[in-house]
């Protein structure tokens, strides 16, 4: 096995964001009565921010929410805790391959986050939900990172915190690995990889390329 590319996950592998995004959501929402629960932000995960609302809102409350939500991140995305240990590896500049970002977030806030995590200029490639027709677990996103940085998909390792990075990966011939390091193993995930502290995930990588 060959690694030529890591395509990472934002929320959940590169910061701990768990709280960020329900108290974004809940900010968002706050004069709706609607309730922000884990269903309703897996309902939401991936959607592009124009269509976020979509079906729970109005056009106008839901124009309202979005900014609000955008008003949120703009306010609160420094608080952001990264990972160290993958930034570290990231910025050192010696780990020999290419490294790609593939999120459901917009560009404006996965480069806003970047930013505030110094990891800016880090990366090869950036895929968001702006830039997709079908989000996550679709394969769409990492088969524009394999063709734009020109590697097979058997040469990527994906990795991600949720079943639908697994299932991307799984379904497009990469390598899949879980990052538990925030949070436990979502329900139903199959990873080829798995791993609790991203310094073994760093030293399993630097063995593999």
Not at 108 to 136: M, N, V, W, Y
Not at 153 to 164: N, T
Not at 184 to 206: E, M, N, T, Y
Request: negative net charge; contains cysteine.
């Amino acid at each position: 096995m060959i690694i030529r590319c890591i395509a990472l996950d934002l929320d959940g592998t590169l910061v701990d964001s768990d709280s960020f995004v329900r108290d974004g959501f809940r900010f968002a929402l706050a004069d709706t009565g609607i309730s922000v629960t884990a269903a309703l932000i897996e309902l939401l995960r991936g959607r592009r921010v124009g269509e976020l609302f979509s079906g729970l809102l109005s056009q106008g409350e839901a124009k309202v929410a979005t900014e609000r939500l955008q008003r949120f991140d703009r306010e609160h995305a420094k608080h952001l805790r990264r990972s160290e240990e993958l930034c570290a590896f990231l910025t050192e500049g010696t780990h020999r391959t290419k490294a790609a970002i593939w999120t459901g977030r917009s560009r404006e806030s996965t480069l806003r986050i970047l930013a505030s995590i110094g990891l800016a200029s880090a990366f090869d490639l950036l895929i968001s939900s702006d830039d997709l027709i079908e989000q996550k677990p679709a394969c769409e996103g990492l088969m524009r990172i394999c063709n734009n940085l020109e590697i097979n998909p058997s040469e990527l390792v994906a990795v991600g915190d949720h079943v639908h990075d697994m299932e991307a990966a799984n379904g497009c011939g990469a390598i899949s690995a879980l990052a538990q390091w925030y949070h436990d193993a979502p329900v139903g995930c199959s990873p080829q990889f798995r791993f609790h502290d991203p310094v073994r995930f760093i030293d399993w990588l630097k063995g593999s390329i």
